[in-house]
DNA sequence: GATGAATGAGACTTCATTCAT
DNA sequence: AATGAATGAAGTCTCATTCAT
């Protein structure tokens, strides 16, 4: 064949993970300005300083290095995550992963319209890293919420997938407009309004069991009679 | 493609009006069947019986005639609909609302699909009239359960427009993996779902027996009595 | 899309069939020096006057084109035979149409081996109109033998579809050297050795009937037993 | 592809007799599956368990490996023959040489494709070893013919090369759609077809009965013997 | 000697949009 | 008003070959 490549030589040779997360975080800053469709391999290949067929060598397509792009920012958002575990009452853990979720929004808009429009679209979407992280994500509400209910703290009639999808479905609702680049959101009043709703009203009343405010009142009852006593006697 | 259509120039002139909904009819049954993605100019012009330039005619760019395909099929979904105003009863509208919203995306889910991912996501959604026909559809819902909380009917610590994006939220969240074609769902079962528990549980007002909290204050207020009728004793 | 054209003014509109032939005289013009491989749809575009995205309007590939344009050259070398029908006798008739294929080798070596090397390879060219007219082409051949055959002008125990292998298996090893470009061939020369052998040999004896020698020696004999008979009355 | 390889630097360094075959045994076996056009460079190193680069060290370029693995096929083709010589009489030996033929293409497609397609058409096929090779197999036909025309065996009106284009370019012509991948074919049926017309009817000599033209020429001897003697008599 | 990351030229293709007719 | 041929920019991807290490 007539290919006579004549080199340049200002080759850089990295390890390969260098190149790669090179490449990778060059993809992510373009895809947070421009978005999938209007992100161009060529583009990426320039900002990570490297030709394009080298892009080739790490990732077999562009779709899979967006994916894979997606993945790590995904893995990253769950990783960085050290608070969970020590927060205590399921009411408290429960706005902390609706915040969390707000928080990674708030933080990558970029990303987050991504994976919303473009990763979680995907024909094989059921087969990605992402999809897998994201079913980690929604475990850990539909694990607190269980055990809410096993625990009687939560009404036993309301199915877990439905929670969830309340709670995620408002939170992408939420945070459309932002996302749209229109106005901002307030992190801990939107945590806190979505919490409060799910905790209070969806799942805080059980009516086997006796509420938190059931007893406080029993409580109150209690030191009326007494009081009442005390006046009959004294009176 | 190669299909060299050897059309004579038997040119029919069509008033403007009927050329524009010819024009709209062929583009929404393409995008009905290959989506928006895979939605073409040139099969749009020739399902309508037109060459891709009469289409700039009508219409200044792909963008503006998908966008009104759009908000026509919006148009119809909320006009077509004359049961809501017979429909009694706070549950029983939620509930159907709900029902509604489903429905359309179970009968067109290649339109729904295109609305929640293009056309909301389009820079000016804002000015769109689908946006303008979704904020109605959204009031509907607002309304009803304004009017809830005023009759007493639903709680008072509820946001409106948290409970409409749960419900909204929700709604979609359900329906993802059925507009990604991954299987289908039952439109009465998920309305039931989300509609109790919207009903039940977010609005947590028991009309046969008094709710708890109901019953929480008025035994509260039978304590306060007392104590006022013990300083009133005192007194 | 962010496709905003600004076209140049320097557009000529020609009907349909001018420009498709336009390209496929580009096409083969390119074929014919570089070959299949080496053939760059950009250099077509170029040499036709257009820009590379209007080939795709006329032809759906690059394979799409240039089979079209071997399909074409083959219907032209076929159709331009007007002298069969008036060529007399086997032999001749042979002859000739050894001496057409070799010509039309001699005269557009370059189409020539990119119907064998490159048409023929093609895993559907039974599919393609050259197959077919390679097919008539052959049947004319077979038809020619056959008919020998059944005349009893050519020998029985002879398979037709080996005779034909035989003669444009023939030919093409003939040509290769000249295909490859080195040196020449002398059409008459080679058309006569290759109808010579197949008549004379191949074909020329039948043991079942009589061969027209034989007739031939049978008339000689008799005359040869008249004038024994002559010379021995006379004697 | 993204196969990320992290090879330990273990690099073995074999005799280079050594490397040079493995790397031949492995571009053999990829040709073999894939056909000269998909064969990739990368494949053939990976499969002799080097690195690309390596490669070059023992061959300038892709053409010149594929030529020498076509050379070494070749080679091996006619050197494993030793059936050759214990072979007795023209008719069996022809038939040996077709059937050879024909059975080296069976056993390997693919390096015959590339053989007929690629290596024969390389510009310099002449200073090929290959073209060596061939022509020394083409001159076993040729020498065989050739002592069967001086032996009065065959006749003499025929040209060896042509005899020798004929046989060969039927072989081709009789395994074409086999090498595209259509179908199968008979291996003794066509060796035995091939040999049979060239025998009988080419090289038109029986040697079993008189042949049909010596027979007639014997009758004309006759015929003339007795014009002779007639004349002889009259003298 | 061996590695293998990097090159880079260019291949084919797509399609919304324009504008001479 | 309608046509539809033509545009052209950009898009993704391939692979033989090179050369710093």
Redesign the pocket.
């Known amino acids: 064949?007539?290919?006579?490549?004549?080199?340049?030589?200002?080759?850089?040779?990295?390890?390969?993970e260098?190149?790669?997360s090179d490449i990778m975080a060059a993809a992510r800053q373009v895809i947070s300005e421009k978005g999938y469709e209007?992100?161009?391999?060529?583009?990426i290949?320039e900002r990570a300083?490297?030709?394009?067929?080298?892009?080739?060598?790490?990732?077999?397509?562009?779709?899979?290095?967006m994916t894979k792009v997606a993945d790590a920012w995904f893995e990253e958002v769950l990783e960085s995550d050290t608070e969970l575990p020590r927060i205590q009452g399921t009411r408290e853990r429960l706005r902390y992963l609706i915040w969390r979720a707000l928080m990674s929004i708030r933080r990558q808009p970029a990303m987050s319209r991504f994976m919303l429009l473009e990763v979680r679209q995907n024909p094989d979407y059921r087969h990605t890293r992402s999809f897998e992280l994201n079913k980690r994500m929604t475990a850990e509400i539909s694990l607190l919420c269980g055990q809410a209910i096993e625990r009687g703290e939560f009404r036993r009639d309301v199915s877990v997938p439905i929670l969830r999808d309340l709670i995620f479905g408002c939170i992408e609702h939420r945070t459309w407009s932002f996302l749209r680049g229109e106005g901002d959101f307030d992190i801990d009043e939107v945590a806190d309004g979505i919490a409060n709703v799910i905790y209070r009203g969806m799942a805080a009343v059980d009516r086997a069991s006796k509420s938190e405010i059931e007893n406080v009142v029993e409580r109150l009852e209690k030191v009326a009679e007494k009081l009442e006593e005390r006046a009959g006697g004294k009176r």
């Open positions: 064949m007539a290919t006579v490549t004549t080199r340049k030589k200002g080759t850089v040779r990295l390890p390969q260098q190149r790669v209007n992100t161009l391999m060529s583009e290949a300083g490297v030709v394009e067929g080298t892009l080739y060598r790490y990732f077999d397509s562009k779709r899979d290095l």
